[in-house]
């Protein structure tokens, strides 16, 4: 009989064999460990609120000097949404989604409608085999908050090519899908095989869109009950739509991640990049043809091949309610629209918090600085930054009120600086007595 209870135990032990219990790895784009645990209802949302908004620019908005005017403009926004997390046997679906219509009163043409949208979906296909696929899609035309940690989505979306740097307040399309499998090999080793494609494209003529693939593997092994070590490998090929060129990047690093408490987590990435792109430039012609035809320069195709350091770290505490996080990372992006290929440096934190008796809270700031490599050379940099507040005024019934503002800065092309600003305050409304989520 004690033979026969040691087997059952045994055998109730192996499937936690199948599931990766330590802390997350970032290489993966996993939101933090302790984030994943608690069962979060689904809840609809809606809210009306008063705005203002300064520094409006679209693409065909200059004087004739090519200075973008400065445009403010009081509004009324509608904004809905559903969020939560719900888990079976063996699946579990996080969903974030976010809409909202704006009215510009003193200013019309920026009119918008925009949408956010985060799917996570893993299931776990064996005892040692588990799907995972991260979806996000929307469409905007002035973008705030993209990036943050969400506590009903089980990824990062910094992690992923969504656009958060966008200059221009002109209607924007992104999609971004990837799918991975996890292989819980033993108890402590694991690989991850994975891959995924998106895409951003603009509505105005003259930004540039970019289509992107990306195939990635690696292979981590627990050293602890809170350590994991390992290595990575990426790949990311981009492309322009309306324009010529393209860039291939090979990154390798070496992955470590600590949960330092059961709540607080440490996770780093850490390698370097090689990016081959080409692209078209322009080249002055030799004097004598100059001469003969009337013209000072040319076009050819430029091919160079480059190494540059990357990677990331963050470094996230988990609360009953919330999460509290710093992350930076250095790698190559795709550009802005503007801007193509880029290197890129970014910074990054937030703090959101639902179950104080009667507010929810959250803020988030960001800082971005990129040198670009593609069809203009020159840096442009970005800081950004928002509060958001809800406040429980009767069951269902919330007082909702944030402000926003984004600089951004370029010291080689001077008419990129500009600082834009949204403030907003309204009523929302969502059925039961927690107080409305804000994320």
Do not use: C
């Given at each position: 009989m004690k033979f026969l209870r040691v087997l059952m135990l045994a055998g109730g032990a192996l499937p936690a064999l199948a599931q990766y219990a330590g802390p997350a790895i970032l290489s993966r784009g996993e939101a933090p460990a302790a984030m994943a645990a608690p069962e979060i209802k689904f809840r609809p949302f809606v809210e009306l609120n008063t705005i203002y908004s300064t520094g409006l620019a679209g693409v065909a908005v200059t004087d004739s000097q090519g200075t973008l005017p400065n445009l403010s403009s009081y509004g009324v926004e509608l904004v809905w949404g559903i969020s939560g997390t719900h888990s079976w046997k063996h699946t579990k679906i996080g969903l974030d989604y976010r809409g909202s219509l704006d009215h510009q009163e003193q200013q019309s043409g920026f009119d918008s409608l925009s949408q956010a949208f985060l799917l996570g979906i893993d299931h776990r296909l064996t005892r040692h085999i588990t799907l995972s696929v991260r979806e996000q899609a929307g469409m905007f035309t002035r973008s705030?908050?993209?990036?943050?940690?969400?506590?009903?989505?089980?990824?990062?979306?910094?992690?992923?090519?969504?656009?958060?740097?966008?200059?221009?307040?002109?209607?924007?399309?992104?999609?971004?899908?990837?799918?991975?499998?996890?292989?819980?090999?033993?108890?402590?080793?694991?690989?991850?095989?994975?891959?995924?494609?998106?895409?951003?494209?603009?509505?105005?003529?003259?930004?540039?869109?970019?289509?992107?693939?990306?195939?990635?593997?690696?292979?981590?092994?627990?050293?602890?009950?809170?350590?994991?070590?390992?290595?990575?490998?990426?790949?990311?090929?981009?492309?322009?739509?309306?324009?010529?060129g393209s860039a291939d990047v090979h990154s390798f690093a070496a992955n470590y991640s600590r949960a330092i408490t059961a709540r607080l987590e440490f996770s780093v990435s850490a390698g370097a990049s090689r990016i081959e792109q080409t692209f078209i430039q322009q080249v002055p012609v030799d004097p004598v043809i100059a001469a003969l035809l009337g013209v000072s320069s040319t076009t050819e195709i430029a091919h160079f091949v480059s190494w540059i350091p990357s990677g990331s770290v963050r470094l996230s505490q988990v609360l009953h309610q919330g999460v509290i996080y710093l992350s930076a990372s250095r790698g190559v992006t795709p550009?802005?629209?503007?801007?193509?290929?880029?290197?890129?440096?970014?910074?990054?934190?937030?703090?959101?918090?639902?179950?104080?008796?009667?507010?929810?809270?959250?803020?988030?700031?960001?800082?971005?600085?990129?040198?670009?490599?593609?069809?203009?050379?020159?840096?442009?940099?970005?800081?950004?930054?928002?509060?958001?507040?809800?406040?429980?005024?009767?069951?269902?019934?919330?007082?909702?009120?944030?402000?926003?503002?984004?600089?951004?800065?370029?010291?080689?092309?001077?008419?990129?600086?500009?600082?834009?600003?949204?403030?907003?305050?309204?009523?929302?409304?969502?059925?039961?007595?927690?107080?409305?989520?804000?994320?």
């Open positions: 705030f908050g993209l990036g943050a940690l969400s506590q009903t989505v089980p990824f990062d979306p910094s992690q992923s090519f969504i656009p958060t740097t966008d200059f221009f307040d002109n209607r924007t399309y992104y999609l971004s899908s990837q799918a991975d499998l996890k292989i819980q090999k033993t108890a402590r080793l694991s690989f991850d095989l994975g891959g995924g494609e998106f895409l951003t494209r603009y509505r105005a003529e003259g930004l540039v869109g970019s289509t992107g693939l990306t195939a990635h593997g690696d292979v981590q092994y627990r050293l602890s009950r809170r350590g994991t070590f390992g290595g990575s490998y990426n790949y990311d090929h981009f492309y322009y739509s309306g324009q010529f550009g802005n629209g503007l801007f193509t290929t880029s290197y890129t440096n970014s910074v990054g934190g937030g703090y959101t918090y639902t179950g104080l008796r009667r507010w929810s809270l959250n803020a988030s700031t960001a800082y971005s600085g990129s040198r670009s490599v593609g069809n203009f050379a020159g840096t442009y940099s970005s800081i950004s930054g928002g509060i958001t507040a809800s406040r429980q005024l009767m069951r269902s019934v919330h007082l909702v009120l944030g402000y926003d503002a984004r600089s951004y800065d370029s010291g080689d092309f001077h008419n990129y600086n500009r600082i834009i600003q949204v403030a907003h305050i309204g009523l929302g409304f969502t059925p039961g007595d927690v107080p409305l989520r804000i994320w």
